[in-house]
């Protein structure tokens, strides 16, 4: 399928579990992002990375681990989650050459208990 | 640093009326400024964009204008519909950093 992808769309598992969110996009855009969405909170950047091989972190990277080893793919993983990482979250991918215009994925929904 | 603020909902219509969201911007530069909406259990969809100031982005019936004069981009529809409901955002692009709004909430009752 053409565009942006996430996977698992949700997700329950326990404290202290490893988890990693999917994202893959089919534009080749050089850069992609995670975000959370909360209540009361808005949209807030994670991670994000510019190329293959080049993160950086965003508003709230603590508790998050990406890697980025092809382009079309940037995984998300929560090393030991916890309850404050119950949140929906979004994967998005721009190219540059368009103005950074934002694709976002359809969003994870991920409880922790 | 950059930022984008935008007025705090949630906004309650009638079917038919004028919406108006409020968006400024902070930013060094040049620039780009976007609206996305987000419809209940989905992602944010890009609804409009403007590049440049004075570009007017529209889409769907919704309009902003990038204002450089007062740093604004406020979003308008003329006759809302109670499909509109959703949450809308502006951003800001910017040296490649991307920066949202925090969200108002469109209610639009029959």
């Known amino acids: 399928d053409a565009g942006i992808t996430q996977s698992p769309r949700y997700k329950i598992t326990e404290t202290g579990r490893q988890v990693t969110l999917m994202c893959h996009q089919t534009?080749?855009?050089?850069?992609m992002f995670w975000y959370r969405q909360d209540l009361g909170h808005g949209l807030r950047l994670i991670y994000y990375?510019?190329?293959?091989?080049?993160?950086d972190k965003g508003e709230v990277p603590d508790g998050y681990v990406v890697s980025r080893s092809k382009t079309e793919n940037f995984p998300l993983t929560l090393e030991s989650a916890t309850r404050s990482q119950t949140s929906v979250y979004f994967c998005?991918?721009?190219?540059?050459?368009?103005?950074?215009?934002?694709?976002f994925g359809p969003g994870t929904r991920l409880t922790v208990l | 640093g950059d930022s984008v603020t935008q007025m705090e909902g949630p906004v309650t219509l009638s079917e038919e009326a004028f919406l108006t969201i409020n968006c400024t911007y902070t930013?060094?530069?040049?620039?780009?400024l976007f609206w996305y909406v987000q419809y209940p259990g989905e992602g944010l969809q890009l609804l409009l964009k403007?590049?440049?100031?004075?570009d007017k982005g529209s889409n769907k019936g919704f309009e902003a204008t990038y204002r450089k004069e007062t740093t604004s981009f406020h979003l308008e529809k003329g006759s809302v519909q109670v499909s509109d409901s959703a949450v809308y955002f502006c951003?800001?692009?910017?040296?490649?950093?991307?920066?949202f709004g925090s969200g108002t909430k469109l209610n639009v009752k029959p």
């Open positions: 998005a991918s721009s190219d540059p050459a368009s103005y950074n215009e934002q694709f």
């Open positions: 534009w080749s855009h050089s850069y």
């Open positions: 990375s510019a190329a293959a091989d080049i993160t």
């Open positions: 930013a060094t530069g040049y620039p780009s």
């Open positions: 403007a590049t440049k100031a004075d």
């Open positions: 951003a800001l692009t910017n040296f490649n950093k991307f920066y």
